[in-house]
């Protein structure tokens, strides 16, 4: 088979004008960023409003489930049935791109095109909000360079700079050295964690976007009290500028020309992993069903999806899809790596309660109807399937084995009538915890209820943090926990469904533009490093211009 990028770079694509026509877009609804891209304007809320599908999926494994690919395969399976659909999904970073993880524009025949670009730079958005972030930073720094007017306190400013890469180096920095500014200690966030990127993800309109710029947390002054950004003069105007064109959603295809939204990109383990509060109403306004992704576990990306951006929204998913694979069930249970194509029960069977907890999670806490897709690999053996589909169903879900990667949409038209079949289910949405709630009660609500956790502990620091955050009036915002995304716990090795366990709070950030506050558990890191070898060593140009090695 050909890898991802073959597979992209020899599609035969629609005119990014012909796949809007689908949506009822004209040419004056669109601009355009060459042939096969185009930022389009969020219709206004009206009467129309379709069916939201929610893809998230178990904790993450060395094997890869497939989520993005599974999303995709999901909408061009429901567009063969016949069903009018948009997806909405987060763009990629350079990070993962040039990491670990690859990019996020799907695999095999389930793919968004054109995938090198999505990947790469896009339409610039990645680095607008970038620059944005960082021109406040540099203007923060100049304001105390200048005579700091604000009395801002060097040792207590909570906004950093960022950048869209994986880099160690940069995690602690000494910023104005050798009198070339106010020496202090600095760190860099990788652009998907920072405040900004949040807030084009949650701003409605430029209003919006305007009065969240300015409620982004400095830092302290002297005297305690918060420095806002709409206090460091011109900041707020010259940020929105660069963001103006970022905050228009971007319009691609899949493979088989179904049309795509893909616009912001927080990742879930350290933010709030969804795509654009923009993009989401955009599909749903201009399609019968809308198909979005929430990052990494449903632990992760889809309680904050269900708990946070569902609440600021103002809507809810009619159905939930949980994407899972044999490989990583096994995984979960206790199997080697080097023998998961091998027939291995036992193994599946310990690592099922993963996928029951995640289910449990949707449909008693969130009360949502749920869909299990199996991604399926040529290894998964007869029993396997049977016992997944049989151990699923007693839990009055159906699981259905897709095959998206090869067969694109035309393997997922069993997985999109169950889907649609779902959605048809009444619903209503409940939450994890209500926003009234003291901050350490919900945190304590998603660790016992969502990750199973016997309670929560925190580091002095932490504990300050939440004390000044309620003393300010800022307790009533939802909380958002970055931890690892390979546990339901905060500690990556254990597996499966573990109990026994406490979660570890060493920090707690109020991000007052966003308008959540960041819980910082275990050891996850807010700027990750690169591996031993990323796939940047295998990333190439020939000398006709083609990129190899891009996944």
Do not use: W
Not at 253 to 263: F, K, N, R, S
């Amino acid at each position: 088979m050909l890898s991802d990028i073959e597979i992209a770079e020899s599609a035969k694509l629609k005119d990014i004008r012909e796949v809007a026509k689908e949506l009822g877009i004209g040419e004056d609804g669109l601009e355009l960023y060459g042939r096969y891209k185009a930022k389009i304007a969020v219709p206004p809320a009206g009467d129309r409003q379709g069916k939201l599908i929610l893809v998230t999926a178990i904790n993450p494994t060395a094997s890869g489930e497939g989520k993005t690919t599974v999303s995709i395969g999901l909408a061009d399976g429901l567009r063969r049935i016949g069903k009018k659909v948009c997806l909405a999904l987060r763009e990629p970073s350079l990070g993962p791109v040039f990491g670990i993880k690859g990019g996020a524009a799907g695999g095999g025949y389930a793919q968004i095109v054109p995938m090198s670009d999505i990947n790469l730079h896009f339409t610039g958005d990645m680095h607008a909000i970038t620059s944005a972030n960082n021109l406040l930073c540099a203007l923060v720094d100049n304001h105390i360079f200048r005579g700091n007017e604000l009395r801002i306190d060097a040792n207590n400013i909570f906004f950093h700079r960022c950048m869209d890469m994986n880099d160690r180096s940069l995690i602690n920095i000494t910023v104005g050295q050798k009198g070339r500014g106010v020496e202090r200690e600095d760190h860099f966030d990788i652009t998907a964690a920072s405040e900004v990127m949040a807030i084009l993800c949650l701003a409605r309109d430029y209003r919006d976007l305007k009065e969240r710029l300015g409620g982004i947390i400095v830092g302290l002054n002297t005297d305690g009290e918060y420095v806002f950004a709409r206090d460091i003069p011109g900041a707020v105007g010259s940020m929105a500028v660069l963001l103006k064109d970022a905050m228009q959603p971007n319009l691609v295809q899949t493979l088989e020309g179904t049309p795509a939204v893909v616009h912001g990109g927080p990742f879930a383990n350290i933010a709030h992993g969804c795509n654009s509060i923009r993009a989401t109403y955009a599909a749903m306004r201009l399609a019968d069903y809308a198909v979005t992704e929430a990052g990494f576990g449903a632990d992760l990306g889809a309680e904050k999806f269900l708990d946070a951006k569902c609440r600021i929204a103002g809507i809810q998913p009619d159905a939930v899809v949980l994407v899972a694979t044999v490989k990583a069930l096994k995984l979960h249970g206790g199997a080697d790596k080097a023998t998961l194509s091998e027939e291995n029960l036992p193994a599946l069977a310990g690592g099922m309660p993963n996928l029951f907890k995640h289910i449990e999670n949707m449909q008693q806490v969130y009360q949502k109807p749920v869909v299990v897709a199996m991604n399926r690999f040529a290894s998964d053996t007869p029993a396997e399937i049977k016992y997944v589909i049989d151990e699923v169903e007693k839990r009055g879900v159906q699981a259905v084995f897709t095959d998206v990667f090869t067969q694109g949409g035309k393997g997922g038209e069993e997985l999109a009538r169950a889907v649609a079949a779902a959605c048809d289910i009444p619903s209503e949405l409940h939450y994890a915890y209500e926003l009234d709630m003291p901050v350490r009660d919900k945190i304590e609500a998603v660790a016992t209820r969502i990750y199973g956790a016997d309670g929560v502990d925190y580091e002095p620091a932490a504990a300050e943090s939440i004390a000044r955050i309620e003393k300010k009036g800022f307790g009533g915002l939802p909380v958002i926990i970055a931890k690892t995304q390979y546990s339901l716990s905060d500690d990556e090795k254990l597996l499966a469904r573990p109990t026994g366990f406490r979660i570890k709070v060493r920090d707690v950030i109020l991000k007052g533009g966003a308008g959540f506050i960041v819980v910082v558990a275990g050891k996850i890191m807010l700027m990750p490093g690169l591996s031993k070898h990323p796939s940047a060593e295998h990333i190439f140009l020939d000398d006709e211009g083609n990129i190899h090695g891009l996944s």
